[in-house]
């Protein structure tokens, strides 16, 4: 088990705030650059959990900078560098109140409310007779905000989006046109490593010239559902569940074990066995995502060495 990080408190020259996410810390430095740094937290049903994942980190900001690097060509993104494994520098960007969900195949959450009954998810209508992880005829964009109280993400509608002015008529036509773009390109870059990309969500943000731009995580783990493309259409018409590529291992582990993030409920004790396999599921992911090995980086002191790494960026 190496050491992990699930807590920064750098205090970096220029720096005027931090914002701290689920799984990432970002510091604001000198209202220009935003310093972004992956932490080893692992969150699921929007809750924190109490231990690191060895390496999380580390393979969420690797994968998240391949794939900007692989789609910069269609949509820009916010990228500047990327000085440590665990960190990506960035302009700053007034972030939209909103994520842009796509789907492929009616998984996860949208396979949920389709067996609920409901045929409209976010407004758009579902066909009739599908089952679930079967293909959309065409993919679907189903946004979600953030709820007025909480921290939780909820569906929400384009007309409303519209309606309640979270993002003009203008920026959201640009923002349907690059998650459609996107997922298209990450749709050939998973078919190409045997992969099927399921569902995934992307972030978009405005830079202070006003040119809108691609944020965060992108086709991560994380942010993102995979299914092996091997053996896919057979499972189907056996109604077995898809073998996955996702964080929807540690979901389901931990409904099998009584949670769903609900009031009363307690988050069951991950062993260092269980995180030692969580860490190597990852390691897999990443590895089956990007068709490259996974190269660890030295953990001997981690908080110290992506503050040498920021600072060494930050001074050239």
């Not at 396979?111 to 609920?116: F, N, Q, S």
């Not at 291992?249 to 409920?265: P, T």
Request: aromatic share 8%.
């Amino acid at each position: 088990m190496g050491n992990t990080i699930t807590d920064t408190n750098f205090d970096f020259p220029g720096q005027k705030s931090v914002y701290k996410g689920k799984v990432r810390e970002v510091y604001n430095i000198n209202n220009d650059i935003l310093v972004m740094i992956a932490t080893d937290r692992l969150s699921a049903f929007d809750v924190i959990m109490p231990k690191g994942i060895p390496f999380k980190g580390q393979i969420l900001n690797e994968i998240a900078t391949k794939m900007m690097e692989a789609t910069q060509d269609i949509v820009p993104n916010w990228l500047v560098a990327t000085p440590d494994p665990n960190v990506a520098v960035g302009h700053l960007c007034e972030p939209f109140k909103v994520e842009m969900v796509i789907r492929g195949y009616m998984s996860g959450h949208a396979a949920r409310e389709y067996k609920a009954g409901k045929r409209l998810l976010c407004g758009v209508p579902m066909p009739e007779g599908m089952k679930e992880n079967d293909k959309f005829p065409e993919p679907i964009i189903t946004p979600s905000t953030k709820a007025d109280q909480g921290d939780h993400d909820e569906d929400i509608s384009r007309e409303d989006i519209l309606k309640k002015n979270i993002v003009t008529e203008e920026d959201y036509l640009v923002l349907e046109k690059y998650t459609r773009a996107l997922f298209q390109r990450g749709t050939e870059i998973a078919e190409a490593r045997g992969l099927i990309l399921v569902d995934t969500k992307y972030e978009f943000g405005k830079t202070k010239d006003g040119k809108i731009v691609l944020i965060d995580e992108i086709h991560t783990p994380d942010s993102s559902r995979y299914f092996y493309a091997e053996g896919y259409e057979e499972r189907q018409q056996k109604r077995e569940p898809q073998k996955q590529l996702s964080k929807e291992f540690v979901r389901q582990w931990l409904i099998s074990n009584g949670f769903q993030g609900k009031e009363g409920q307690q988050i069951p004790e991950m062993t260092d066995d269980y995180i030692n396999t969580v860490s190597k599921r990852y390691i897999e992911l990443y590895e089956n995502i990007t068709g490259e090995k996974f190269v660890k980086a030295d953990v001997s002191n981690i908080q110290q060495r992506i503050e040498n790494n920021v600072l060494t960026f930050l001074k050239g």
